[in-house]
Protein backbone atom coordinates (compact mmCIF):
# COMPACT_ATOMS: atom_id res chain seq x y z
CA UNK A 1 0.00 0.00 0.00
CA UNK A 2 2.97 2.31 0.52
CA UNK A 3 4.93 1.15 -2.15
CA UNK A 4 1.89 2.18 -4.48
CA UNK A 5 1.18 5.53 -2.70
CA UNK A 6 5.04 6.74 -3.36
CA UNK A 7 4.88 5.98 -6.71
CA UNK A 8 1.65 7.86 -7.18
CA UNK A 9 3.15 10.84 -5.59
CA UNK A 10 6.46 10.73 -8.06
CA UNK A 11 3.86 10.50 -10.58
CA UNK A 12 2.28 13.20 -9.77
CA UNK A 13 5.35 15.54 -9.24
CA UNK A 14 6.74 14.34 -12.58
CA UNK A 15 3.19 15.65 -14.45
CA UNK A 16 3.71 18.84 -12.55
CA UNK A 17 7.53 19.51 -13.93
CA UNK A 18 6.38 18.07 -17.39
CA UNK A 19 3.53 20.47 -17.63
CA UNK A 20 5.76 23.52 -16.44
CA UNK A 21 8.11 22.74 -18.93
CA UNK A 22 5.76 22.54 -22.06
CA UNK A 23 3.79 25.25 -21.12
CA UNK A 24 4.89 28.93 -22.74
CA UNK A 25 6.16 31.27 -19.59
CA UNK A 26 4.23 35.21 -19.52
CA UNK A 27 5.62 38.18 -20.13
CA UNK A 28 6.35 40.09 -17.10
CA UNK A 29 4.91 43.39 -16.79
CA UNK A 30 6.50 46.15 -15.03
CA UNK A 31 4.91 47.43 -12.05
CA UNK A 32 4.25 51.30 -12.50
CA UNK A 33 2.57 51.76 -9.68
CA UNK A 34 5.71 52.64 -7.68
CA UNK A 35 7.10 54.76 -9.74
CA UNK A 36 7.95 58.27 -8.62
CA UNK A 37 5.29 61.09 -9.03
CA UNK A 38 6.38 64.27 -11.70
CA UNK A 39 8.92 66.40 -9.89
CA UNK A 40 9.40 70.03 -9.63
CA UNK A 41 13.57 71.01 -9.04
CA UNK A 42 13.64 67.79 -7.42
CA UNK A 43 10.97 68.09 -5.11
CA UNK A 44 7.37 66.81 -5.43
CA UNK A 45 5.09 68.94 -7.61
CA UNK A 46 3.41 71.72 -5.49
CA UNK A 47 -0.50 71.61 -4.92
CA UNK A 48 -2.70 74.28 -4.80
CA UNK A 49 -6.05 72.77 -3.02
CA UNK A 50 -5.05 69.35 -4.57
CA UNK A 51 -2.89 66.66 -5.32
CA UNK A 52 -1.42 65.75 -8.44
CA UNK A 53 -3.31 62.62 -9.64
CA UNK A 54 -2.33 60.35 -11.72
CA UNK A 55 -5.71 58.59 -13.67
CA UNK A 56 -5.93 54.76 -13.61
CA UNK A 57 -4.58 54.31 -16.93
CA UNK A 58 -2.15 56.12 -19.43
CA UNK A 59 -3.34 57.43 -22.40
CA UNK A 60 -1.99 57.36 -25.48
CA UNK A 61 -1.51 60.46 -27.49
CA UNK A 62 -1.89 60.23 -31.22
CA UNK A 63 1.20 62.10 -33.11
CA UNK A 64 3.20 61.33 -30.54
CA UNK A 65 5.34 58.57 -29.22
CA UNK A 66 4.49 56.04 -26.13
CA UNK A 67 2.01 57.15 -23.70
CA UNK A 68 1.06 59.85 -21.31
CA UNK A 69 0.93 59.85 -17.60
CA UNK A 70 -1.47 62.54 -16.92
CA UNK A 71 -1.68 64.37 -13.83
CA UNK A 72 -3.53 67.44 -13.04
CA UNK A 73 -2.34 71.06 -10.88
CA UNK A 74 -5.01 72.64 -9.43
CA UNK A 75 -4.12 76.68 -8.89
CA UNK A 76 -7.18 78.20 -6.61
CA UNK A 77 -7.32 82.42 -6.27
CA UNK A 78 -10.29 84.33 -4.26
CA UNK A 79 -12.12 84.36 -7.42
CA UNK A 80 -11.08 81.24 -9.59
CA UNK A 81 -10.09 77.36 -9.16
CA UNK A 82 -8.07 76.73 -12.24
CA UNK A 83 -6.70 73.06 -13.24
CA UNK A 84 -4.19 72.46 -15.72
CA UNK A 85 -3.50 68.93 -17.11
CA UNK A 86 0.78 68.50 -17.62
CA UNK A 87 -0.83 66.57 -21.20
CA UNK A 88 0.25 69.65 -23.41
CA UNK A 89 0.77 72.19 -20.55
CA UNK A 90 -2.83 73.09 -20.92
CA UNK A 91 -5.64 74.32 -18.81
CA UNK A 92 -8.41 71.88 -18.23
CA UNK A 93 -11.06 73.94 -16.10
CA UNK A 94 -11.70 77.16 -15.16
CA UNK A 95 -14.49 77.47 -12.85
CA UNK A 96 -15.80 80.30 -10.94
CA UNK A 97 -16.57 80.63 -7.40
CA UNK A 98 -18.61 83.30 -7.26
CA UNK A 99 -20.95 82.14 -9.71
CA UNK A 100 -23.05 78.84 -9.90
CA UNK A 101 -24.61 76.82 -12.64
CA UNK A 102 -27.98 74.86 -12.50
CA UNK A 103 -26.39 72.12 -10.12
CA UNK A 104 -25.30 75.44 -7.81
CA UNK A 105 -22.31 74.48 -8.39
CA UNK A 106 -18.91 76.88 -8.82
CA UNK A 107 -19.48 77.74 -12.75
CA UNK A 108 -17.38 76.39 -15.44
CA UNK A 109 -16.30 78.18 -18.40
CA UNK A 110 -14.64 75.35 -20.19
CA UNK A 111 -16.38 72.99 -22.90
CA UNK A 112 -15.11 69.94 -20.79
CA UNK A 113 -17.25 68.13 -22.24
CA UNK A 114 -15.66 68.71 -25.94
CA UNK A 115 -11.64 68.02 -23.95
CA UNK A 116 -11.78 64.60 -26.11
CA UNK A 117 -12.72 66.63 -29.64
CA UNK A 118 -11.28 70.01 -29.47
CA UNK A 119 -8.54 72.00 -28.16
CA UNK A 120 -8.03 73.10 -24.49
CA UNK A 121 -7.34 76.58 -23.63
CA UNK A 122 -3.33 77.07 -24.14
CA UNK A 123 -3.15 74.93 -27.18
CA UNK A 124 -0.68 75.86 -29.52
CA UNK A 125 -0.59 75.59 -33.24
CA UNK A 126 2.30 75.64 -34.96
CA UNK A 127 3.54 75.85 -38.73
CA UNK A 128 3.53 71.85 -39.46
CA UNK A 129 0.44 69.26 -38.06
CA UNK A 130 3.15 67.01 -36.95
CA UNK A 131 5.18 69.63 -34.14
CA UNK A 132 1.29 70.76 -33.34
CA UNK A 133 0.41 66.99 -32.39
CA UNK A 134 3.50 67.23 -30.19
CA UNK A 135 3.25 70.33 -29.00
CA UNK A 136 0.00 69.77 -27.59
CA UNK A 137 0.42 65.65 -26.92
CA UNK A 138 3.58 65.20 -25.03
CA UNK A 139 3.70 64.94 -20.97
CA UNK A 140 5.30 68.31 -19.64
CA UNK A 141 6.88 69.01 -16.62
CA UNK A 142 4.95 70.85 -14.23
CA UNK A 143 6.52 73.70 -11.85
CA UNK A 144 5.26 76.46 -9.69
CA UNK A 145 7.23 79.61 -8.16
CA UNK A 146 7.06 79.92 -5.58
CA UNK A 147 8.39 76.42 -5.42
CA UNK A 148 6.32 75.70 -2.06
CA UNK A 149 2.33 76.41 -2.21
CA UNK A 150 0.04 76.50 0.76
CA UNK A 151 -3.33 74.39 0.30
CA UNK A 152 -5.79 77.22 -0.62
CA UNK A 153 -6.71 80.16 -1.91
CA UNK A 154 -2.94 81.80 -3.01
CA UNK A 155 -2.25 85.42 -1.48
CA UNK A 156 0.84 86.09 -3.64
CA UNK A 157 1.06 85.84 -7.02
CA UNK A 158 2.31 82.36 -8.56
CA UNK A 159 3.83 81.53 -11.80
CA UNK A 160 3.09 77.63 -12.81
CA UNK A 161 5.10 76.37 -15.48
CA UNK A 162 5.79 73.47 -18.04
CA UNK A 163 8.80 72.29 -19.78
CA UNK A 164 9.01 69.67 -22.30
CA UNK A 165 11.89 68.60 -25.02
CA UNK A 166 12.10 65.91 -27.49
CA UNK A 167 15.02 65.95 -30.04
CA UNK A 168 15.87 69.56 -31.05
CA UNK A 169 12.58 70.66 -30.12
CA UNK A 170 11.70 72.54 -26.54
CA UNK A 171 8.73 74.31 -24.98
CA UNK A 172 8.37 76.20 -22.35
CA UNK A 173 4.84 77.59 -20.75
CA UNK A 174 4.47 80.18 -17.93
CA UNK A 175 1.35 81.11 -16.32
CA UNK A 176 0.90 83.74 -13.60
CA UNK A 177 -1.35 84.25 -11.55
CA UNK A 178 -3.04 87.21 -9.54
CA UNK A 179 -4.62 86.21 -6.39
CA UNK A 180 -7.43 88.69 -6.24
CA UNK A 181 -8.22 88.93 -9.93
CA UNK A 182 -9.79 87.41 -12.83
CA UNK A 183 -6.66 87.33 -15.06
CA UNK A 184 -4.22 85.05 -15.84
CA UNK A 185 -0.87 86.19 -17.14
CA UNK A 186 0.75 83.77 -20.56
CA UNK A 187 3.90 83.46 -22.16
CA UNK A 188 5.02 80.51 -24.18
CA UNK A 189 8.54 79.80 -26.01
CA UNK A 190 9.13 77.37 -28.57
CA UNK A 191 12.57 76.44 -29.95
CA UNK A 192 13.21 74.18 -32.95
CA UNK A 193 17.57 73.58 -32.33
CA UNK A 194 17.37 76.79 -30.36
CA UNK A 195 15.72 78.78 -32.86
CA UNK A 196 12.31 80.61 -31.90
CA UNK A 197 9.58 79.50 -33.41
CA UNK A 198 6.31 81.51 -33.83
CA UNK A 199 3.19 80.02 -32.98
CA UNK A 200 -0.62 80.49 -32.69
CA UNK A 201 -2.62 80.17 -28.95
CA UNK A 202 -6.24 78.64 -29.09
CA UNK A 203 -9.18 78.82 -26.93
CA UNK A 204 -10.95 76.30 -27.72
CA UNK A 205 -14.82 76.32 -28.26
CA UNK A 206 -16.92 78.58 -25.56
CA UNK A 207 -18.03 79.94 -23.42
CA UNK A 208 -19.02 76.67 -21.22
CA UNK A 209 -21.89 78.04 -19.51
CA UNK A 210 -24.32 76.41 -20.42
CA UNK A 211 -26.67 77.57 -18.08
CA UNK A 212 -26.76 80.36 -20.52
CA UNK A 213 -27.19 78.47 -23.92
CA UNK A 214 -30.94 77.11 -22.00
CA UNK A 215 -32.75 79.91 -23.28
CA UNK A 216 -31.67 81.99 -19.91
CA UNK A 217 -30.08 84.81 -21.96
CA UNK A 218 -30.45 86.20 -25.48
CA UNK A 219 -26.85 86.69 -26.15
CA UNK A 220 -25.12 83.47 -27.53
CA UNK A 221 -21.26 83.30 -27.97
CA UNK A 222 -19.59 85.35 -30.18
CA UNK A 223 -16.48 87.14 -31.60
CA UNK A 224 -15.70 90.12 -29.40
CA UNK A 225 -12.60 93.13 -29.91
CA UNK A 226 -12.17 96.64 -29.56
CA UNK A 227 -9.49 98.37 -31.95
CA UNK A 228 -8.96 102.49 -31.07
CA UNK A 229 -11.50 102.61 -28.49
CA UNK A 230 -14.30 101.03 -30.73
CA UNK A 231 -15.56 97.39 -29.70
CA UNK A 232 -16.86 94.68 -33.01
CA UNK A 233 -18.85 92.18 -32.04
CA UNK A 234 -19.82 89.44 -34.24
CA UNK A 235 -22.43 86.61 -33.81
CA UNK A 236 -21.50 83.27 -34.31
CA UNK A 237 -23.19 82.55 -37.70
CA UNK A 238 -21.38 86.28 -38.75
CA UNK A 239 -17.68 84.73 -37.79
CA UNK A 240 -17.40 82.70 -41.11
CA UNK A 241 -17.64 85.40 -43.30
CA UNK A 242 -14.31 87.24 -41.95
CA UNK A 243 -12.26 84.74 -39.46
CA UNK A 244 -9.27 86.42 -39.30
CA UNK A 245 -8.41 89.77 -37.88
CA UNK A 246 -5.26 91.70 -38.47
CA UNK A 247 -5.21 94.97 -36.26
CA UNK A 248 -3.75 96.40 -33.13
CA UNK A 249 -5.70 95.08 -30.77
CA UNK A 250 -6.93 96.26 -26.95
CA UNK A 251 -8.55 93.60 -26.99
CA UNK A 252 -10.03 90.12 -28.34
CA UNK A 253 -11.75 87.09 -27.45
CA UNK A 254 -15.08 86.11 -26.96
CA UNK A 255 -18.20 86.14 -25.23
CA UNK A 256 -21.74 85.53 -24.11
CA UNK A 257 -24.34 87.34 -22.25
CA UNK A 258 -22.74 87.75 -18.63
CA UNK A 259 -19.21 86.35 -19.38
CA UNK A 260 -16.03 86.62 -21.39
CA UNK A 261 -12.85 85.29 -22.05
CA UNK A 262 -10.03 87.79 -23.85
CA UNK A 263 -6.76 88.86 -24.34
CA UNK A 264 -5.58 92.43 -23.35
CA UNK A 265 -3.42 94.47 -25.06
CA UNK A 266 -1.95 91.61 -27.65
CA UNK A 267 -0.78 94.86 -29.74
CA UNK A 268 -0.05 93.68 -33.31
CA UNK A 269 -1.47 90.16 -33.76
CA UNK A 270 -4.09 88.17 -35.66
CA UNK A 271 -7.17 86.64 -34.17
CA UNK A 272 -8.88 83.94 -35.99
CA UNK A 273 -12.35 83.19 -34.84
CA UNK A 274 -14.37 79.50 -35.76
CA UNK A 275 -17.85 78.83 -34.80
CA UNK A 276 -19.01 75.54 -33.42
CA UNK A 277 -22.76 74.31 -33.31
CA UNK A 278 -23.92 71.14 -31.22
CA UNK A 279 -26.98 69.90 -31.78
CA UNK A 280 -29.36 68.85 -28.68
CA UNK A 281 -28.15 65.88 -27.55
CA UNK A 282 -31.59 64.65 -26.31
CA UNK A 283 -32.44 64.77 -29.89
CA UNK A 284 -35.93 66.89 -28.99
CA UNK A 285 -34.94 69.69 -31.91
CA UNK A 286 -34.37 71.87 -29.54
CA UNK A 287 -31.77 74.76 -30.08
CA UNK A 288 -28.18 73.71 -31.08
CA UNK A 289 -25.29 74.79 -28.46
CA UNK A 290 -22.85 77.47 -30.43
CA UNK A 291 -19.60 77.67 -29.37
CA UNK A 292 -16.92 79.91 -30.90
CA UNK A 293 -13.27 79.33 -30.39
CA UNK A 294 -10.34 81.97 -31.00
CA UNK A 295 -6.19 81.95 -31.45
CA UNK A 296 -4.37 84.74 -31.19
CA UNK A 297 -1.22 85.10 -32.99
CA UNK A 298 1.39 87.68 -31.46
CA UNK A 299 3.74 89.49 -34.03
CA UNK A 300 6.45 88.69 -31.85
CA UNK A 301 7.47 84.77 -30.89
CA UNK A 302 8.13 85.90 -26.83
CA UNK A 303 5.23 87.78 -26.72
CA UNK A 304 3.66 88.04 -22.88
CA UNK A 305 -0.25 87.75 -22.96
CA UNK A 306 -2.79 88.73 -20.28
CA UNK A 307 -6.30 86.83 -20.06
CA UNK A 308 -9.49 87.86 -18.60
CA UNK A 309 -11.80 85.10 -18.21
CA UNK A 310 -14.47 85.79 -15.73
CA UNK A 311 -17.97 87.94 -15.43
CA UNK A 312 -18.84 91.43 -17.87
CA UNK A 313 -18.95 93.32 -14.71
CA UNK A 314 -18.66 96.46 -14.42
CA UNK A 315 -16.45 97.42 -11.71
CA UNK A 316 -14.16 94.39 -12.28
CA UNK A 317 -13.41 95.19 -15.42
CA UNK A 318 -13.01 98.95 -14.53
CA UNK A 319 -10.19 97.84 -12.10
CA UNK A 320 -8.59 96.64 -14.81
CA UNK A 321 -9.34 99.22 -17.51
CA UNK A 322 -12.17 101.52 -17.72
CA UNK A 323 -12.52 100.70 -21.41
CA UNK A 324 -13.08 96.83 -20.85
CA UNK A 325 -16.03 98.13 -19.46
CA UNK A 326 -17.54 98.39 -23.34
CA UNK A 327 -17.63 95.02 -23.22
CA UNK A 328 -20.81 94.91 -21.84
CA UNK A 329 -23.11 95.56 -24.46
CA UNK A 330 -25.39 98.78 -22.77
CA UNK A 331 -27.11 99.59 -25.77
CA UNK A 332 -26.93 103.20 -27.41
CA UNK A 333 -27.98 105.24 -23.76
CA UNK A 334 -24.90 103.57 -22.16
CA UNK A 335 -24.51 107.38 -20.62
CA UNK A 336 -27.75 106.57 -18.42
CA UNK A 337 -27.36 103.21 -17.77
CA UNK A 338 -24.43 103.71 -16.20
CA UNK A 339 -25.65 105.61 -13.21
CA UNK A 340 -28.85 103.45 -13.18
CA UNK A 341 -26.59 100.43 -12.43
CA UNK A 342 -24.78 102.39 -9.41
CA UNK A 343 -27.89 103.38 -8.21
CA UNK A 344 -29.74 99.95 -8.23
CA UNK A 345 -26.40 98.48 -6.50
CA UNK A 346 -26.60 101.84 -3.73
CA UNK A 347 -30.23 100.59 -2.90
CA UNK A 348 -29.52 96.74 -3.03
CA UNK A 349 -26.97 97.41 -0.08
CA UNK A 350 -29.34 99.02 1.97
CA UNK A 351 -32.45 96.43 1.40
CA UNK A 352 -29.64 93.31 0.40
CA UNK A 353 -32.84 92.11 -2.17
CA UNK A 354 -32.54 93.11 -5.94
CA UNK A 355 -36.01 92.78 -7.15
CA UNK A 356 -37.21 95.34 -3.89
CA UNK A 357 -34.08 97.40 -5.01
CA UNK A 358 -35.21 97.09 -8.87
CA UNK A 359 -38.82 97.93 -7.36
CA UNK A 360 -37.65 101.36 -5.31
CA UNK A 361 -35.74 102.37 -7.73
CA UNK A 362 -38.23 102.03 -11.03
CA UNK A 363 -40.51 104.26 -8.01
CA UNK A 364 -38.25 107.35 -7.46
CA UNK A 365 -37.18 106.99 -11.60
CA UNK A 366 -41.03 107.87 -12.13
CA UNK A 367 -41.39 109.95 -9.66
CA UNK A 368 -38.85 112.32 -11.19
CA UNK A 369 -40.45 111.86 -14.39
CA UNK A 370 -43.95 112.33 -12.55
CA UNK A 371 -44.46 115.97 -14.55
CA UNK A 372 -43.43 115.06 -18.09
CA UNK A 373 -46.09 112.10 -18.21
CA UNK A 374 -48.47 114.49 -16.48
CA UNK A 375 -47.92 116.91 -19.16
CA UNK A 376 -48.49 114.33 -21.42
CA UNK A 377 -51.68 113.32 -19.99
CA UNK A 378 -53.18 116.45 -19.79
CA UNK A 379 -52.06 117.50 -23.49
CA UNK A 380 -54.02 113.99 -24.68
CA UNK A 381 -57.21 115.16 -23.07
CA UNK A 382 -57.31 119.00 -24.45
CA UNK A 383 -56.70 116.98 -27.48
CA UNK A 384 -59.56 114.60 -26.61
CA UNK A 385 -61.82 117.56 -26.47
CA UNK A 386 -61.14 119.39 -29.82
CA UNK A 387 -61.05 116.08 -31.39
CA UNK A 388 -64.99 116.66 -32.43
CA UNK A 389 -64.43 120.01 -33.78
CA UNK A 390 -61.32 118.55 -35.37
CA UNK A 391 -63.07 115.96 -37.03
CA UNK A 392 -65.71 118.15 -38.14
CA UNK A 393 -63.53 120.17 -40.32
CA UNK A 394 -61.91 116.97 -41.59
CA UNK A 395 -65.37 115.89 -43.03
CA UNK A 396 -65.78 118.58 -44.76
CA UNK A 397 -62.81 118.39 -46.90
CA UNK A 398 -62.89 114.60 -46.78
CA UNK A 399 -64.25 114.65 -50.93
CA UNK A 400 -60.96 116.20 -51.75
CA UNK A 401 -58.13 114.43 -52.65
CA UNK A 402 -54.62 114.19 -50.82
CA UNK A 403 -53.08 116.20 -53.81
CA UNK A 404 -55.63 118.97 -53.82
CA UNK A 405 -54.55 122.03 -52.90
CA UNK A 406 -58.02 123.25 -51.64
CA UNK A 407 -56.84 120.85 -48.44
CA UNK A 408 -53.95 123.07 -47.40
CA UNK A 409 -57.27 125.39 -46.07
CA UNK A 410 -57.96 121.88 -44.03
CA UNK A 411 -54.79 122.10 -42.25
CA UNK A 412 -54.99 126.11 -41.73
CA UNK A 413 -58.44 125.66 -40.10
CA UNK A 414 -56.91 122.34 -37.96
CA UNK A 415 -54.25 125.13 -36.88
CA UNK A 416 -56.43 127.69 -36.05
CA UNK A 417 -58.66 125.64 -34.20
CA UNK A 418 -55.45 124.36 -32.07
CA UNK A 419 -54.40 127.26 -31.65
CA UNK A 420 -57.95 129.23 -30.13
CA UNK A 421 -58.42 126.31 -27.56
CA UNK A 422 -55.02 126.19 -26.96
CA UNK A 423 -53.68 123.02 -28.00
CA UNK A 424 -50.48 121.55 -29.17
CA UNK A 425 -51.22 118.27 -31.40
CA UNK A 426 -47.18 117.51 -30.37
CA UNK A 427 -47.42 118.03 -26.50
CA UNK A 428 -48.62 114.41 -26.21
CA UNK A 429 -46.03 112.83 -27.52
CA UNK A 430 -43.02 115.08 -26.52
CA UNK A 431 -42.98 114.33 -23.18
CA UNK A 432 -43.21 110.97 -23.91
CA UNK A 433 -40.35 110.99 -25.98
CA UNK A 434 -38.26 112.37 -23.34
CA UNK A 435 -38.72 109.46 -20.97
CA UNK A 436 -38.13 106.90 -23.90
CA UNK A 437 -34.16 106.88 -23.22
CA UNK A 438 -34.55 106.68 -19.50
CA UNK A 439 -37.26 103.63 -19.95
CA UNK A 440 -34.84 101.95 -22.94
CA UNK A 441 -31.88 102.66 -20.76
CA UNK A 442 -33.15 101.00 -18.01
CA UNK A 443 -34.74 97.86 -19.45
CA UNK A 444 -30.93 97.45 -21.31
CA UNK A 445 -29.05 97.84 -17.62
CA UNK A 446 -31.83 95.07 -16.30
CA UNK A 447 -31.18 92.78 -19.05
CA UNK A 448 -27.53 93.21 -18.96
CA UNK A 449 -26.57 93.46 -15.23
CA UNK A 450 -24.62 89.94 -14.02
CA UNK A 451 -25.55 90.99 -10.75
CA UNK A 452 -29.33 89.72 -11.28
CA UNK A 453 -28.08 86.34 -12.75
CA UNK A 454 -29.41 83.91 -10.12
CA UNK A 455 -30.89 86.23 -8.04
CA UNK A 456 -33.92 85.37 -6.09
CA UNK A 457 -36.74 87.84 -5.48
CA UNK A 458 -39.54 86.25 -3.17
CA UNK A 459 -41.81 83.03 -3.37
CA UNK A 460 -41.26 81.27 -6.83
CA UNK A 461 -39.04 83.83 -8.50
CA UNK A 462 -35.41 82.33 -7.14
CA UNK A 463 -33.59 84.14 -10.94
CA UNK A 464 -34.24 87.29 -11.45
CA UNK A 465 -32.73 87.01 -14.98
CA UNK A 466 -34.63 83.87 -16.00
CA UNK A 467 -38.32 84.28 -16.83
CA UNK A 468 -40.80 83.44 -14.85
CA UNK A 469 -41.51 80.00 -14.44
CA UNK A 470 -44.79 79.84 -13.86
CA UNK A 471 -46.01 82.99 -15.90
CA UNK A 472 -47.59 85.57 -13.01
CA UNK A 473 -45.93 88.36 -13.72
CA UNK A 474 -46.37 88.29 -17.85
CA UNK A 475 -49.90 88.20 -16.98
CA UNK A 476 -49.87 90.86 -14.05
CA UNK A 477 -48.10 93.38 -16.57
CA UNK A 478 -50.19 92.60 -19.53
CA UNK A 479 -53.53 93.00 -17.33
CA UNK A 480 -51.43 96.66 -16.11
CA UNK A 481 -51.04 97.62 -19.49
CA UNK A 482 -54.42 96.75 -20.60
CA UNK A 483 -55.96 98.94 -17.79
CA UNK A 484 -53.50 101.60 -18.64
CA UNK A 485 -54.15 101.63 -22.60
CA UNK A 486 -58.08 101.36 -21.83
CA UNK A 487 -57.77 104.46 -19.48
CA UNK A 488 -55.61 106.48 -21.66
CA UNK A 489 -57.70 109.40 -23.96
CA UNK A 490 -57.75 107.83 -27.42
CA UNK A 491 -57.70 111.01 -29.55
CA UNK A 492 -57.61 110.64 -33.04
CA UNK A 493 -58.62 107.59 -33.10
CA UNK A 494 -61.38 105.59 -35.10
CA UNK A 495 -63.16 102.87 -33.04
CA UNK A 496 -61.52 99.83 -34.90
CA UNK A 497 -57.85 101.35 -33.97
CA UNK A 498 -59.14 101.97 -29.86
CA UNK A 499 -60.16 97.68 -30.55
CA UNK A 500 -56.67 97.40 -31.93
CA UNK A 501 -54.70 99.10 -29.25
CA UNK A 502 -56.62 96.80 -26.54
CA UNK A 503 -55.38 93.84 -28.21
CA UNK A 504 -51.78 95.02 -28.11
CA UNK A 505 -51.53 94.53 -24.41
CA UNK A 506 -52.26 90.52 -25.06
CA UNK A 507 -49.75 90.19 -28.11
CA UNK A 508 -47.35 91.93 -25.45
CA UNK A 509 -48.14 89.32 -22.76
CA UNK A 510 -46.71 86.85 -24.67
CA UNK A 511 -43.71 88.46 -25.93
CA UNK A 512 -43.29 89.03 -21.67
CA UNK A 513 -42.99 85.42 -21.31
CA UNK A 514 -39.83 84.67 -21.82
CA UNK A 515 -38.16 88.25 -20.62
CA UNK A 516 -36.73 88.19 -17.33
CA UNK A 517 -37.98 88.51 -14.35
CA UNK A 518 -36.47 91.75 -13.39
CA UNK A 519 -37.28 93.27 -16.22
CA UNK A 520 -40.75 92.19 -15.68
CA UNK A 521 -40.87 93.51 -12.12
CA UNK A 522 -40.07 97.40 -13.86
CA UNK A 523 -42.77 96.98 -16.55
CA UNK A 524 -45.56 96.00 -13.61
CA UNK A 525 -44.48 98.74 -11.08
CA UNK A 526 -44.43 101.20 -13.64
CA UNK A 527 -47.69 99.79 -15.34
CA UNK A 528 -49.28 100.45 -11.58
CA UNK A 529 -47.55 103.70 -11.37
CA UNK A 530 -48.68 104.83 -14.39
CA UNK A 531 -52.65 103.68 -13.33
CA UNK A 532 -52.27 105.50 -10.17
CA UNK A 533 -51.01 108.85 -12.29
CA UNK A 534 -53.63 108.90 -14.55
CA UNK A 535 -56.19 108.18 -11.76
CA UNK A 536 -54.50 111.94 -9.74
CA UNK A 537 -54.43 113.38 -12.99
CA UNK A 538 -58.25 113.01 -13.83
CA UNK A 539 -58.62 114.23 -10.42
CA UNK A 540 -56.93 117.11 -11.13
CA UNK A 541 -58.27 118.26 -14.23
CA UNK A 542 -61.75 117.01 -13.38
CA UNK A 543 -63.87 115.36 -16.48
CA UNK A 544 -63.57 116.13 -19.96
CA UNK A 545 -65.22 119.00 -21.68
CA UNK A 546 -66.33 117.55 -24.51
CA UNK A 547 -68.65 119.82 -26.82
CA UNK A 548 -71.29 117.73 -29.11
CA UNK A 549 -70.40 117.49 -32.79
CA UNK A 550 -73.25 119.37 -35.26
CA UNK A 551 -74.05 117.47 -38.19
CA UNK A 552 -73.11 119.15 -42.06
CA UNK A 553 -76.97 120.56 -42.33
CA UNK A 554 -77.15 122.00 -38.63
CA UNK A 555 -73.67 123.71 -39.41
CA UNK A 556 -75.30 124.94 -42.70
CA UNK A 557 -78.55 126.08 -40.95
CA UNK A 558 -76.83 127.83 -38.37
CA UNK A 559 -74.84 129.52 -41.13
CA UNK A 560 -77.58 130.62 -42.79
CA UNK A 561 -79.43 131.71 -39.60
CA UNK A 562 -76.19 134.28 -38.93
CA UNK A 563 -76.43 135.31 -42.58
CA UNK A 564 -80.06 136.65 -42.42
CA UNK A 565 -79.59 138.19 -38.40
CA UNK A 566 -76.59 139.73 -40.30
CA UNK A 567 -78.31 141.14 -43.45
CA UNK A 568 -81.56 142.68 -41.17
CA UNK A 569 -79.12 144.20 -38.99
CA UNK A 570 -77.78 146.29 -42.14
CA UNK A 571 -81.38 146.93 -42.88
CA UNK A 572 -81.04 144.96 -46.18
Known amino acids: MERRAFIAIVLSLAVLFAYQALSPRPKLVPDTTGQPS ?24 PGSAGSVIETETRIETKN ?55 LNGASYTARTSPGAVSIGPITTKVTLSFDF ?37 LWGPGLGDSYAQNGHDTVKPGALYSVAGKVSRVSSSGISKQPYHQQVFEYAGIDDHYFTSFVLNPGLATVQYSNLSIPAADGSGSSARELVSYSVTPSTADAALIYYVGPKDFDTLAEI ?11 MFAVIVVPLLRSLQWIHGYVGNFGWAITILTVLINVVLFPLNHKSVVSMRRMQEVQPEAKAIQERYAQLKSTDPARQKMNQELMALYKLRGVNPASGCVPILLTLPVFLAFYAMLQTAIELRGAPFVGWIHDLSAPD ?20 PAAGMDPAQ ?32 RIGQMQLTNYMIGPPRIPVAQSAGERRAKKVGRSKTDAAARGE
Open 469 to 488: PVYVLPVLVAASQFVTQWMT
Open 38 to 61: PTVGGGPVPVVAADVVPPPTAIAE
Open 321 to 331: DRNLTKAIDFG
Open 165 to 201: SSGDLAATKAFTFDPDSYTVGFKSQVLRAGVGQSVAV
Open 80 to 134: VIATFTNRGGRLKSWRLKHYRDGKGEPLELIAADLAGSQPLPFTLRAADEVTTAL
Open 498 to 529: QKMMLVMPLVMGFMFATSPAGALIYWLVSGVW
